[in-house]
């Protein structure tokens, strides 16, 4: 049997049929914005967690570091400084008190190291080293932070790179790191500081290239200690070319 729908009939379905797929859509958007809240909220919840940890591990990392710079400035036996503590523990040389130092910092490199406290107590480990004589594990501890994200302690480790290759012998090496460093300038490693470095590096190899650094810093740091640094290169230069 034939069913005829009427007109009508034939309108209010459509209609009803228009406010389902309208419902429908509603429902989705509806879902999609949830989606996207839940998303936003997680991501603040998640950063928000990051954030208190990384705080608590810095914050921490810096009363680690400060026992450890605590011991590496500690006075020298025999050497009394106005306003120190006599109680205050002394060691007999620099040595012994880098080597009294060189746990701690060392402690809070591995335990701290995505932190800034952590990462300079490396820098100050290599230092330790340094001064105990053991140039090979300064270096390696430098090593480690020489790329660092922050340019400014990056820089400082391939400075003091510098400094152990030329006490060492790898003159060629030194040379190197400076030039890179003589590119860029940083805060805590000036320009002028490394220009002068490379060139008293270069006075015997290549005195013109000497002079040209000796001469540029005197232009760019007119009437400064510096200036008087490049002023003695050059004489030391002179008879000499």
């Known amino acids: ?44 919840c998640v950063y928000g967690g990051w954030k208190l940890y990384n705080d608590r591990q810095t914050a921490q990392a810096n009363v680690a570091l400060d026992a450890g710079m605590k011991v590496y400035n500690s006075p020298l036996a025999g050497t009394p400084e106005q306003g120190v503590d006599p109680t205050e523990t002394t060691y007999p040389d620099e040595a012994a008190r880098a080597t009294a ?30 001064t105990m004589e053991k140039p090979n594990q300064a270096l390696e501890e430098l090593k480690k932070i020489s790329n660092s994200s922050d340019k400014e302690l990056a820089a400082m480790a391939q400075y003091q790179t510098s400094v152990i290759d030329t006490r060492t012998g790898k003159t060629d090496d ?33 005195p013109q290239e000497a002079i040209t650094l000796y001469r540029q810093v005197k ?22 070319s």
């Open 1 to 44: 049997m034939t069913e005829h729908i009427s007109r009508r009939e034939l309108k209010q379905d459509k209609i009803k049929e228009t406010f389902e797929h309208g419902a429908e859509a509603v429902y989705s958007h509806a879902q999609l914005a949830m989606a996207v809240v839940v998303a936003v909220l997680l991501v603040v």
């Open 101 to 130: 130092a060189l746990p701690k910092f060392l402690a809070v490199a591995d335990k701290y190291s995505s932190t800034n406290p952590g990462k300079l107590a490396r820098y100050y480990a290599a230092l330790s080293y340094e």
């Open 174 to 206: 030194a040379i190197k790191i400076l030039r890179g460093l003589a590119a860029k300038s940083t805060v805590l490693v000036p320009k002028p500081t490394v220009q002068l470095d490379l060139a008293g590096l270069l006075q015997k190899s290549n």
């Open 219 to 240: 232009q760019d740091y007119p009437d400064s200690p510096i200036a008087e640094e490049a002023d003695k290169g050059l004489a030391r230069i002179a008879p000499k």
